[in-house]
């Protein structure tokens, strides 16, 4: 079955940067879209960031766009998420997911939390002020 792996989170102040990684295994990495979502206790999963299979498109939330920059590594069956200028509203969960279905165009839909069904088990960043 599928199976994906973060790493990376932890502690950092406000400012700083930090790297994650999904590794995935179990499927065929390069046919699906990829994306982050994050969790705040008490409140409703967000969106993040979200790639193309081939790691040539990219969608982002309104909140991180240019400061967080999503990629993949087909190779190594990994996805990135490089996260700089972190401010204490990024503290959260941190999950990869990959998409429903494979084969598919990016398009606005991988923003919807439903349209994933393989999740990690998260990666926690702390953000100090």
């Known amino acids: 079955q599928v199976q994906l792996v973060e790493s990376g989170g932890g502690l950092v102040q406000a400012g700083g940067s930090l790297r994650l990684s999904c590794s995935a295994s179990?499927?065929?990495?390069?046919?699906?879209?990829m994306g982050w979502f994050r969790r705040v206790p008490g409140k409703e999963r967000e969106f993040v960031a979200a790639?193309?299979?081939?790691?040539?498109?990219?969608r982002y939330a309104n909140s991180v766009q240019g400061r967080f920059t999503i990629s993949r590594d087909n190779a190594k069956n990994t996805m990135y998420l490089q996260m700089n200028s972190l401010t204490p509203e990024d503290t959260a969960v941190y999950s990869c997911?990959?998409?429903?279905?494979?084969?598919?165009?990016?398009?606005?839909?991988?923003?919807?939390?439903?349209?994933?069904?393989?999740w990690g088990q998260g990666t926690q960043v702390t953000v100090s002020s």
């Open positions: 997911a990959v998409d429903r279905f494979g084969g598919f165009v990016l398009s606005n839909r991988h923003e919807r939390s439903d349209e994933y069904d393989s």
């Open positions: 179990g499927l065929t990495f390069s046919s699906y879209v």
């Open positions: 790639i193309s299979r081939r790691g040539s498109s990219m």
